[in-house]
């Protein structure tokens, strides 16, 4: 399987790291690699704050603890968490229900060597859907591909990392402990370390479960059973 691939295929979610150190250069390597993602117009609006401070991982990871509360609170019900299309019927009760050990996972992330708090400068993001009656999408589309390329990059260099979103629901208490400035958009939170253990086969749907040829109800897209 070439390098590449063998990336791609087997870049999993690392939420629980050692204790070896992540270095200066690893990390900086790694966004080196990652700011060859594409985005609109080529402007590269992406802005990061790299954190080794253990108060400020906490303080970073704490401040997403009550979005997470009210996420959970909803898989609990069924739903799926924040989507925008189907309301949801959760209430405060359900929230401060919801268990500490649930979010467990959650804080422990703080126990990264590194955790890059990722951003977006929306002076240099064309937000096309703005007008659309629904959440917008597209300003993703000139962050999220750095964001997954810094997980890339760390895995191929045998370490890992998750990208979360929890703290952007807090979005004002990051920016105001980290200092970003107003036109700066909290995009992501990715912890970054080298994995307690490694998964080497990920499961996800196949391709003719989500792709059509023509039209919606066209013909599936297939491809050969890959190993």
């Known amino acids: 399987m070439p390098e590449f691939e063998r990336v791609v295929r087997t870049a999993f979610a690392g939420r629980e790291f050692t204790d070896r150190p992540v270095t200066d250069a690893d990390v900086g390597e790694i966004l080196d690699i990652a700011r060859f993602a594409s985005s609109g117009g080529n402007q590269q609006g992406w802005r990061v704050v790299a954190i080794r401070s253990a108060e400020t991982k906490a303080a970073v990871i704490d401040a997403g603890l009550d979005v997470m509360r009210r996420y959970v609170a909803q898989q609990k019900l069924g739903e799926r968490g924040f989507n925008t299309v189907e309301p949801s019927s959760v209430t405060d009760a359900d929230i401060a229900a919801v268990n500490p050990e649930s979010l467990q996972w959650y804080r422990n992330l703080a126990r990264a060597p590194v955790i890059l708090v990722i951003g977006v400068d929306l002076r240099l993001v064309a937000s096309i ?22 997980i890339l990059a760390a895995h191929a260099r045998g370490m890992a990392g998750v990208l979360t ?40 749907k196949p391709v003719e479960d989500f792709a059509r040829w023509e039209h919606w109800g066209g013909a599936p897209v297939r491809t050969v059973e890959q190993p």
């Open 165 to 204: 979103t929890f703290a952007v629901g807090a979005e004002g208490t990051i920016k105001e402990l980290l200092g970003l400035p107003s036109s700066v958009a909290l995009a992501a939170v990715v912890p970054l370390g080298y994995p307690t253990r490694a998964l080497t086969k990920l499961t996800r």
């Open 129 to 150: 859907d703005v007008g659309l009656d629904r959440v917008g999408v597209v300003s993703g589309a000139s962050i999220y591909p750095f964001a997954h390329n810094v």
